[in-house]
């Protein structure tokens, strides 16, 4: 159905199939609000709804990870911004996210579809531009996911090389390390995904109580332990590591430090079509993880800023991890620093799970969509299992072939990786774009369980401005004079990935993508 205004629109009281409202049916198939939805969106229900709110809750938690996340961008932000410009940058993002996931969440509850921001464009952008834009979000979308997977499991091998390097002096770290361990930790992502997937929304559950529970082990030892900065330089002192001339541009280039660890919380739509209640649970899950995560993640920074040490000798560590330094001058000892670092590493390693289930559903939803070559076989869900089995091994193969990059050039392959953050940025700022432009124009939006009703323009339009603005210094390279290897070539990677898509349009899906609108139920 194309969202115009003469277009029809279900009603909370709309009359639906007998069997729509059935309390009899399969509880894996979902609620009789679940059918309403997939049978509007011109759906088949596919896969089975294992998920409940709080364990949709916890993949969402455990893939944003936060406080995490803050060991391992920390350089960037200390760098460009300093202690000050870190901490002040995370609260701007974190503000920043609370509007975007709020957007997010609401067009969440009006289409709880797997496909997420490419199936909302799709919905709620012009007529005119709905396939097109439709076709090239999906892309963003499918490739942000396929390269959080593989950037994550090679972060992963690399932080098991550093603890390999800590407590074994004859180890000598080597880049084909690393790729041989990410791609076992790829290999054992695709098996859980597989043959444990009906266990994932358990393990989900119990990964939130490490979760939780990491966060404050390593919170009491640091405070406990370290050495700690004054407060009053903690929060005023600023740098320009990067050597732009301006503290306020260099703090403004180390805002990706604050992006990175809020980044994911629509990982939950992408699931939705196995999700209990998809429309009321994806808000409150999407709205919680962004509150509380912020929160751990804010707590976290001004701990790690306040017990970092000398920025110096931890970047020279022969570990080649800084956290692990970190925590290694905390502590004094090996055992210690290797306590703490295995919390980290496998809480990333429980992100890759959930990455690697959320990059295989947003392959295989776009492929449902005829959006990909070969989509017919993206799209096969396998019977037995319920699993879009082929999707799961792609994420696997697309994991090797990059980690194989790190090889020859691991600049190479960060570059490649980076392009994730940009895309899907792109698609946050397309969706939510299209939500705000029927909103300045007067055009009617689908009912929901959640509704942002008179703040919606406020919080779209706000949105809007955070998002541009992180997608512009996301191109920045850290200094103004970089050489080669520490170029940022996001650009030219983003670039080249839309007009490959362009292209791959040109040439053949406008024949065969019309985009999820086309599939919507029309009411009369």
Not at 335 to 364: F, K
Request: with cysteine; charged share 10%.
């Amino acid at each position: 159905m194309a969202l115009d205004s003469k277009a029809p629109y279900m009603k909370d009281d709309a009359p639906v199939d007998m069997e729509l409202d059935s309390d009899l049916a399969d509880p894996e198939e979902g609620n009789a609000q679940d059918r309403r939805d997939m049978t509007r969106m011109g759906k088949t229900q596919e896969l089975k709804r294992n998920f409940r709110f709080l364990s949709i809750f916890g993949f969402t938690m455990i893939l944003m990870q936060s406080w995490e996340a803050i060991f391992g961008v920390g350089v960037l932000g200390l760098t460009n911004g300093g202690t000050a410009g870190y901490i002040w940058m995370y609260l701007v993002s974190w503000i920043g996210f609370l509007f975007v996931n709020v957007s997010m969440a609401e067009m969440a509850s009006m289409a709880p579809t797997t496909g997420g921001q490419y199936h909302w464009v799709s919905e709620f952008a012009p007529r005119q531009y709905q396939k097109f834009l439709s076709y090239i979000m999906g892309w963003m979308c499918v490739l942000a996911w396929q390269t959080f997977v593989a950037s994550t499991c090679y972060i992963a091998g690399t932080q098991i090389q550093g603890l390999l390097v800590l407590n074994y002096a004859s180890y000598e770290p080597h880049p084909w390390h690393g790729t041989l361990l990410a791609i076992a930790l790829a290999a054992f992502g695709v098996f859980f995904n597989i043959i444990l997937a009906r266990k994932l929304p358990l393990v989900e559950a119990g990964l939130l109580s490490i979760h939780v529970l990491g966060f404050i082990a390593i919170l009491v030892t640091l405070w406990v332990l370290a050495p700690r900065s004054p407060a009053s330089e903690v929060f005023t002192t600023f740098n320009d590591g990067g050597g732009w001339g301006s503290l306020g541009l260099s703090t403004m280039i180390g805002i990706n430090a604050g992006i990175i660890p809020l980044l994911g919380a629509d990982a939950a739509v992408h699931m939705s079509e196995e999700l209990q209640d998809a429309s009321r649970s994806l808000p409150r899950s999407m709205i919680a993880t962004t509150l509380l995560n912020g929160a751990l993640g804010w707590t976290m920074l001004i701990t790690y800023c306040s017990t970092l040490g000398n920025l110096a000798e931890i970047l020279d560590s022969p570990t080649g991890i800084p956290f692990i330094a970190m925590f290694f001058n905390t502590t004094r000892t090996a055992g210690g620093a290797t306590a703490m670092s295995v919390l980290i590493i496998v809480m990333t390693v429980a992100g890759l799970l959930t990455q690697g289930a959320t990059a295989s559903r947003q392959l295989w939803a776009f492929s449902r969509d005829k959006g990909m070559p070969f989509s017919r076989w993206f799209a096969y869900v396998y019977p037995r299992l319920n699993l879009p089995v082929n999707s799961i091994i792609t994420t696997l193969i697309f994991t090797i072939l990059l980690s194989l990059i790190a090889i020859g050039s691991p600049v190479a392959f960060n570059t490649l990786t980076s392009l994730g953050t940009t895309a899907i940025l792109s698609s946050y700022m397309c969706s939510i774009g299209c939500v705000l432009w029927r909103r300045l124009t007067h055009k009617p939006l689908l009912p929901s369980k959640f509704s942002l009703g008179r703040w919606g323009l406020l919080v779209n339009v706000v949105s809007m401005l955070f998002l541009v603005l992180a997608f512009v210094f996301s191109f920045f390279p850290p200094s103004p004079n970089p050489t080669p290897d520490l170029m940022n070539w996001n650009i030219l990677i983003w670039g080249a990935s839309v007009v490959g898509s362009l292209v791959y349009y040109a040439v053949r899906a406008r024949k065969q993508y019309v985009g999820p609108v086309e599939y919507v139920r029309k009411l009369d």
